[in-house]
Nanobody, 120 residues
Framework: QVQLVESGGGLVQPGGSLRLSCVVS????????MGWYRQPPGEQRELVAV???????NYPDSVKGRFTISRDNAKNTVYLQMNSLKPEDTAVYYC??????????????WGQGTQVTVSS
C-alpha cells in the first residue's frame, strides 16, 4: 500500500505565497519522478512542475519563475513553493509520484488533492 499525502493548501490573496508538501509512504523501494498537477474548476488536469530523482526540474510557462519544486529524497517528500500567486492559479493541486515497490514493479500514484484558492 502506497500513500501520497498532501498538505499546505488554503486561501491566499493575489501576490501571496503558499508552500505545498507531499509525503510518499508505504512499502516502497524507490521514488523516481515526483510532480505537481492542478485542476482548475471545469478544466482538465495540467502539469505544474516535475522533478526527477536527480533534481532536474521542468515547468510550464504559466508558472515558470513563480513556482519552485524541490524534494527531500531521505524523507520521500516533494515540495511546491508558490510565489506571486494569481487568481488563475486557483485549483485543486495533486501530488504525483512514480514509485517502485519492493517487488520491483513500478507504478504511478496520485495524492488526494489539496485546494488552493487565490482571491481577495
Amino acid at each position: 500500500q502506497v500513500q501520497l499525502v498532501e498538505s499546505g493548501g488554503g486561501l491566499v490573496q493575489p501576490g501571496g505565497s503558499l508552500r505545498l508538501s507531499c509525503v510518499v509512504s508505504g512499502s516502497i523501494s524507490s521514488v523516481y519522478d515526483m510532480g505537481w498537477y492542478r485542476q482548475p474548476p471545469g478544466e482538465q488536469r495540467e502539469l505544474v512542475a516535475v522533478i526527477s530523482n536527480s533534481g532536474s526540474t521542468n515547468y510550464p510557462d504559466s508558472v515558470k519563475g513563480r513556482f519552485t519544486i524541490s524534494r527531500d529524497n531521505a524523507k520521500n517528500t516533494v515540495y511546491l513553493q508558490m510565489n506571486s500567486l494569481k487568481p488563475e492559479d486557483t485549483a485543486v493541486y495533486y501530488c504525483n509520484a512514480v514509485v517502485s515497490l519492493r517487488s520491483g514493479r513500478r507504478f504511478n500514484y496520485w495524492g488526494q488533492g489539496t485546494q488552493v484558492t487565490v482571491s481577495s
